[in-house]
């Protein structure tokens, strides 16, 4: 099993372009989520995914679209990146909510 | 509010000591779940462990161990006879919202541990 794979691991921007971040999990896990890590921060969460066909909005959301295309795939839309969204981003997934959560290896995204 | 407190940035020790990581945290449910989650200097964040409320009794797994207190709402996490492959960021966790079992983690900043030959 690969657990949780995200693509791509490194991607540079220029202010206004826009990307996908793609994470795929192997485990049949219901519930996926995306954060992003910024330095003295911790992890923060962007967007979830409690079951396929659902999505919320976590702590920090804006500026990030999300689509669970279905059961194993969570994608991470930034529409028009801003230097702010610069950051790490992990995708993780878990069986059920307060279960514990495996991360996929991380996405690097700066944007100039 | 959900709340989780690493108050340690960052801990230096030299290999062989023995160092305990602290987590206090805040939270409004009665059942809950906590977490620690390391991520070493490759950047992957892994699982550690996952402890119930219900359950005060300490943890081992090897040169690790928990010691879950709900009285002073802490969960430490301790490395025995530290090793260099320990250096890493260490998380605490805890879901924001138990009964609507969404599971969105609430991270704490994290704890450095650098651990010197």
């Known amino acids: 099993n690969a657990g949780v794979t995200q693509t791509p691991k490194f991607q540079v921007l220029k202010t206004g372009q826009s990307m996908t971040l793609q994470c795929a999990q192997d485990m049949n896990h219901n519930s996926m989520y995306w954060y992003r890590q910024d330095p003295g921060m911790g992890l923060r969460l962007i967007y979830y995914?409690?079951?396929?066909?659902?999505?919320d909005k976590g702590e920090v959301p804006n500026g990030y679209n999300v689509s669970r295309l279905n059961k194993r795939e969570f994608s991470l839309r930034l529409e028009s990146a801003a230097p702010s969204q610069t950051s790490v981003y992990f995708c993780?997934?878990?069986?059920?909510?307060?279960?514990?959560?495996?991360f996929g290896p991380g996405t690097r995204l700066t944007v100039l | 509010a959900q709340k989780v407190t690493q108050a340690q940035t960052e801990i230096s020790v030299v290999e062989k000591e023995d160092v305990t990581l602290d987590c206090v945290y805040e939270t409004r449910d009665t059942t809950y779940y906590l977490f620690w989650y390391k991520q070493p200097p490759s950047g992957e964040l892994v699982f550690l462990i996952r402890?119930?409320?219900?359950?005060?009794q300490n943890e081992i797994s090897g040169r690790y161990s928990w010691n879950f207190q709900k009285s002073t709402s802490s969960f430490n996490f301790t490395i025995t006879a530290s090793q260099v492959v320990d250096s890493a960021v260490y998380f605490c966790?805890?879901?924001?919202?138990?009964?609507?079992?969404?599971?969105?983690?609430?991270f704490g900043k994290g704890t450095k541990l650098s651990v010197k030959p």
């Open positions: 993780a997934s878990s069986e059920m909510g307060h279960n514990e959560q495996f």
């Open positions: 966790a805890l879901p924001k919202n138990y009964g609507g079992s969404q599971g969105n983690l609430i």
């Open positions: 995914s409690a079951s396929e066909g659902t999505t």
């Open positions: 402890r119930n409320s219900f359950d005060e």
